[in-house]
C-alpha cells in the first residue's frame, strides 16, 4: 500500500505549432515517430530520406491532452505532474495556466497542480520549441564556434552552425560517425498525475559501506516528505530480516538514515565469476502497526573499485569486484535507435542478452548517447554485465554560463540518483574524448581544436571544461553515490595537469582509445602493439548482411559509392577504407553480397586480433572494450550487431575471443609462434594441449600433446614453437596449426591460427556436409568438410543465433552447432529449429580467376 496514486496521461494529440489540426499521438514518443505513424513522412532510415525530413527540428510542436481526475486522486492533499522526460525545450500549461519550463531532456520534471486541476475536463497542453531555432541565437551570442565534431549541421540545413552542444539532449540526435540526424522533440518519458496526502517516500537509496563475504555493512538513506509533523517508524526489511528507526518527521522534505547489516551477503557477480543475486529492500513509514507509505528496491550487495596503484610501468587501472580483479571483457554501448521510444523491452533483452551470450562482462554507456532507461541497467544487473557509465558529453567543447552549469548539476545529481542502486554500474566517467581531443597542455595536441582560438578563449574554453568535469561532476557523485569511482574522461592518463595528462596510444597509465587502426590506416598488425592498461576504444567498420542492406537499398543501389549506400556510410571515407582494408588481407569479392559478407569477416578478424592481443597482456591490460555492440539505425559501422539484432561475424568471434578460458596465438615474431592460456576463470587450468599443423586437406603434418597448468585469472605463454621446425617446408598457403584444450569435465577451447593473410590462403571449392540430430540438449546439426572450409556461414530465415558460426571447418574435425530463435535466447536458450539453413563458406564469395 503507497500513499501515492497516479493517473498515466493518454489519449494525447500532436500538431505543428503552426497548424490547426490536431493528430493523434503516441506518449512516449516523437514527432518524428508520430509523423511517421500518420503516413505523413517517409520512413527515415530508407534510402536517403534522411534528408527528406530535416524541416521537423526548425518548428515548435504542441502536445495535448484531456484528462478527468478520479474523486480518490483528485482528493488528495497534493497533486504533482511529473515528466519522466521531456525532450527538449517544453513550456507546459494546465487549463492554459503556464506551470513548467524544461529546457533539459535528461531531467525529471515536476509542478504542483492542485490549485489548476478540476475533476472533470482539464487540459494538458506542451509547448515544444524547435531546439535549433531555440539554440541559434546562443551560438550567436557566444560569438564563436565552439568545437562539436559529430555535430552533422549541414545534413540539417544549417551549414557549419553546430548548436547540439547548447542544448542537454543525447548529442547522437544531431548526427554522428555512424548516426543519422533527427534532432526530435516530444515526451520520450512517461507523464503522469501523481497524487498524496500526508506523507510520501520520494527515494531509498541503499548505500553500500562495506561488502564481503562475511559481512554488509549499508545505510538505507531514505528521502521522505511531509505535510505535517508526525512520529513515525521507518522500517527496512529484506530477506526475512527487519531494521527499523523512530523518527519525528517535520513537514517538508528530510533524509532519514538507517544502518543495515547482513551476515554473509549473498553476494553480487559479474558473468563468469558468480551470480548477479540480488535482494528486495521493502522500505516502509509506519504510523502505528500502519503501513503509510512504502517502497520497494531491488539491488545487489558488491563492493567496486577502479584500481589505479602506480607499478613500474606506470598505473593499474582494471575493475576490483568484491576483491577480485577483473578483467573486463565487451564493447561499447549507444542508444538502440534514433527514435528512443521506438525500442521495446524485447529488443533491449536481446542486446543484453546478446552480451551474455558472447561471454562479455562490461558495456561502457558511452556520452554521447542516453542516460538509459531503467530495463537496461535491470538487464545489466541480472546477467552480470558491469556497466562503465558516462555522463552525456562527447567530442565537443561545452559553455560554462552559470544557467548551463545549473542545468547540469540537475541532470547529474536526477540521473546518479536513478541509477545508484544498480550494482552493475561501476564507474562514472565525465566524457567521451574530450581531454584528448582539446589536449590543453601540448600546443599541436589533440584534434586541432585549439588552433582556432586565442590564448584567452583557450584559457576560458578550458576553465568551463574544468567546471564541469574536474568540479561538478565528480562532486555530484561523491555526494549522492559515494563510493562509486569518477574518471573525469576517456580516455585518460590521470589529471596531472601538464602535457602528461592526455592519453595516447602508448601511454601506460589510464585508458586508452586505440584508433590508429581505422581512422590513421595504420595495419591489423598494429593492435598488438599498442596495449595500454585498459583499452576503452578501438574499432574496425563493416557492413549489416545482405537481408539488412535490403531494408534501406534496393538492388539497383548495391554499389560502394552508391548514393544510397553513401547516406548510410556517416564516416566520410569509411566505404573506401573497407574497400582499402580488404585489399590488403583478403581475397578480391565476387559480388556486392559477397563483399558485404567479406565486409563482416575483415572486421571480425581485426576484432580478433585486438581482442586478444590484450588478453594476452594480462594483467598489464585488464580491460577490452571493442567500438561498438550496437547500431541505431540500419547503416555500415564498427557494430557487432546490427540494427535488427543480427549477429555480424564479429560478434560470434567476440564470443570466442571472450571466452573465460581463451587459447591464444601471438603470431607476430619472425621465427616463433608463441601459445598462450588467458584464464579469467577463479580455478586453475589443468589438462592437456593438443597441437596439430594440419594442411587444408586434412593431412596430419605434426601432433603433440602437452600438459598445461595454469593459475586462477591470469595468462601465461605456455608453449612457443620455432617455425623452422614445426613447418618443415610446408606451404604455408594450405598449412594451419590447429590447437584444443582439453579439460576433464569442460568443453574443448579450440583455436586455429594460419601463417599469412587470409588473402595468400589456398582455398578450394568445399563440400560440406550437413547432418542434423537430437540429444539431451535438443536438436543440432553437424557439419563435416572434405577440405577446408574458411569461414563457414550459416544462415536461416528465423531470427535467431547459431551456438558458433563464421567458424573454419577442417576436414577429420566435424563442428556441431545448435540454434536459438532470438525468442528462445531470451528466454533461458532454449535451442530451437532454425528451419532450412544456407550454408557457405568463403570460397563462394571469392571472386575465383
Ligand atoms: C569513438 C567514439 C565515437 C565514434 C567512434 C568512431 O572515439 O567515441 O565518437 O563514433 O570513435 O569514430
Given at each position: 500500500m503507497s500513499t501515492i496514486q497516479s493517473h498515466v496521461f493518454q489519449n494525447w494529440t500532436f500538431k505543428a505549432c503552426e497548424d490547426q489540426e490536431w493528430m493523434p499521438a503516441q506518449v512516449p514518443g516523437c514527432v518524428h515517430t508520430d509523423l511517421l505513424k500518420l503516413g505523413k513522412i517517409p520512413d527515415p532510415f530508407y534510402g536517403t530520406n534522411e534528408k527528406e525530413v530535416q524541416w521537423i527540428d526548425k518548428i515548435d510542436w504542441e502536445y495535448q491532452t484531456e484528462f478527468d481526475v478520479a474523486e480518490t486522486l483528485f482528493s488528495q492533499e497534493h497533486l504533482e505532474l511529473v515528466f519522466d522526460g521531456l525532450d527538449t525545450y517544453a513550456d507546459v500549461y494546465v487549463n492554459e495556466v503556464h506551470v513548467l519550463s524544461a529546457d533539459n531532456m535528461f531531467r525529471v520534471w515536476k509542478a504542483d497542480v492542485k490549485s489548476v486541476l478540476k475533476g472533470n475536463g482539464n487540459i494538458l497542453r506542451i509547448r515544444f520549441r524547435s531546439p535549433i531555432q531555440e539554440d541559434l541565437p546562443k551560438l550567436e551570442k557566444l560569438g564563436y564556434a565552439l568545437p562539436a565534431?559529430?555535430?552533422?549541421s549541414d545534413v540539417g540545413g544549417l551549414g557549419d552552425k553546430r548548436v547540439s552542444i547548447f542544448a542537454r539532449k543525447a548529442p547522437y540526435h544531431y548526427g554522428w560517425d555512424w548516426g543519422p540526424r533527427f534532432v526530435t522533440s516530444g515526451i520520450w518519458r512517461e507523464a503522469r498525475l501523481e497524487g498524496w496526502t500526508q506523507v510520501r517516500i520520494n527515494d531509498v537509496y541503499i548505500q553500500q559501506n562495506e561488502v564481503s563475504a562475511t559481512s554488509a555493512s549499508l545505510t538505507a538513506v531514505v528521502e521522505v516528505e511531509t505535510s505535517q509533523a508526525v512520529d513515525t517508524i521507518i522500517r527496512i526489511g529484506a530477506d526475512g530480516q527487519r531494521w527499523e528507526r523512530s523518527v519525528s518527521l517535520q513537514p517538508g522534505t528530510q533524509t532519514v538514515e538507517i544502518p543495515i547489516s547482513i551476515d554473509e551477503p549473498k553476494l553480487w557477480w559479474s558473468r563468469g565469476l558468480g551470480d548477479p543475486h540480488m535482494y528486495n529492500f521493502l522500505t516502509e513509514v509506519l504510523q502505528g502497526e500502519r503501513a503509510v507509505a512504502e517502497s520497494t528496491v531491488k539491488t545487489g550487495l558488491r563492493s567496486i573499485r577502479l584500481v589505479r596503484d602506480k607499478d613500474e610501468a606506470g598505473a593499474s587501472f582494471y575493475f576490483e569486484l568484491n576483491g577480485v580483479a577483473v578483467f573486463a571483457k565487451g564493447a561499447n554501448h549507444i542508444p538502440n535507435d534514433s527514435f528512443i521510444t521506438e525500442i521495446t523491452h524485447e529488443r533491449y533483452r536481446h542486446e543484453i542478452v546478446s552480451a551474455a551470450e558472447s561471454n562479455m562482462n562490461m558495456l561502457r554507456v558511452w556520452g554521447g548517447g542516453i542516460y538509459e532507461q531503467e530495463v537496461f541497467y535491470e538487464l545489466c544487473d541480472e546477467y552480470g554485465i558491469l556497466v562503465w557509465q558516462d555522463f552525456m558529453f562527447a567530442c565537443s567543447m561545452y559553455p560554462g554560463d552559470e544557467a548551463f552549469l545549473n542545468s547540469v548539476r540537475h541532470e547529474a545529481i536526477d540521473n546518479v540518483k536513478r541509477l545508484r542502486n544498480h550494482p552493475s554500474i561501476a564507474l562514472w566517467c565525465g566524457n567521451n574524448e574530450i581531454d584528448s581531443a582539446w589536449a590543453h597542455y601540448v600546443e599541436n595536441g589533440g584534434w586541432g581544436w585549439k588552433k582556432e582560438f586565442t590564448a584567452e578563449q583557450r584559457e576560458s574554453i578550458w576553465a568551463d571544461y574544468e567546471a564541469i568535469f574536474h568540479d561538478l561532476l565528480p562532486e555530484v557523485v561523491e555526494a549522492y553515490s559515494p563510493g562509486v569511482d569518477y574518471w573525469p574522461s576517456s580516455p585518460l592518463v590521470s589529471l596531472t595537469g601538464d602535457e602528461t595528462q592526455h592519453a595516447h596510444p602508448s601511454t601506460a597509465e589510464g585508458d586508452i582509445h586505440y584508433w590508429g587502426v581505422w581512422h590513421n590506416v595504420e595495419p591489423f598488425e598494429n593492435y598488438n602493439v599498442h596495449v595500454g592498461r585498459f583499452m576503452s576504444e578501438y574499432g574496425f567498420q563493416s557492413f549489416p548482411e545482405y537481408k539488412s542492406v535490403r531494408t534501406y537499398a534496393e538492388e539497383e543501389d548495391l554499389a560502394l559509392e552508391s548514393e544510397v549506400m553513401l547516406a548510410h556510410q556517416k564516416n566520410g571515407a569509411g566505404n573506401r577504407l573497407i574497400k582499402q582494408y580488404m585489399d590488403m588481407y583478403m581475397h578480391e569479392s565476387k559480388d556486392f553480397p559477397s563483399f558485404l559478407y567479406m565486409s563482416q569477416v575483415l572486421q571480425a578478424e581485426a576484432m580478433k586480433t585486438a581482442i586478444e592481443a590484450h588478453r594476452r597482456r594480462k594483467p598489464f591490460c585488464m580491460g577490452t572494450l571493442y567500438w561498438q555492440m550496437n547500431d541505431c539505425w540500419p547503416v555500415a559501422s564498427?557494430?557487432?550487431?546490427?540494427?535488427?539484432g543480427r549477429w555480424k561475424a564479429l560478434q560470434y568471434y567476440a564470443k570466442r575471443s571472450f571466452s573465460d578460458v581463451l587459447v591464444s596465438v601471438d603470431g607476430t615474431k619472425e621465427d616463433t609462434t608463441d601459445i598462450y592460456i588467458i584464464s579469467d576463470q577463479l580455478q586453475p587450468v589443468k589438462g592437456q594441449l593438443q597441437i596439430r599443423l594440419l594442411g587444408f586437406d586434412g593431412t596430419v603434418h605434426r601432433d603433440e600433446t602437452h600438459d598445461v597448468t595454469l593459475a586462477p585469472n591470469t595468462g601465461d605463454r605456455v608453449l612457443s614453437l620455432r617455425n623452422v621446425e614445426w613447418l618443415e617446408?610446408?606451404?604455408?598457403?594450405n598449412t594451419l596449426l590447429r590447437l584444443d584444450l582439453k579439460q576433464e569435465g569442460a568443453a574443448n577451447i579450440v583455436q586455429e591460427h594460419y601463417f599469412v593473410p587470409s588473402k595468400d590462403l589456398a582455398l578450394q571449392p568445399a563440400n560440406i556436409n550437413v547432418s542434423g540430430g537430437a540429444d539431451e540438449n535438443g536438436v543440432h546439426l553437424v557439419l563435416e568438410s572434405d577440405v577446408l572450409a574458411k569461414q563457414v556461414w550459416l544462415s536461416s530465415d528465423v531470427e535467431g543465433v547459431f551456438s558458433d558460426n563464421f567458424f573454419d571447418l577442417i576436414p577429420g574435425i566435424p563442428v556441431k552447432v545448435q540454434f536459438t530463435s532470438r525468442e528462445g535466447l531470451q528466454s533461458n536458450d532454449v535451442i530451437s529449429n532454425p528451419g532450412p539453413i544456407e550454408v557457405r563458406s568463403m570460397i563462394d564469395f571469392i571472386r575465383l580467376t
Open positions: 565534431s559529430n555535430d552533422q564498427w557494430a557487432g550487431m546490427d540494427y535488427l617446408g610446408h606451404d604455408t598457403a
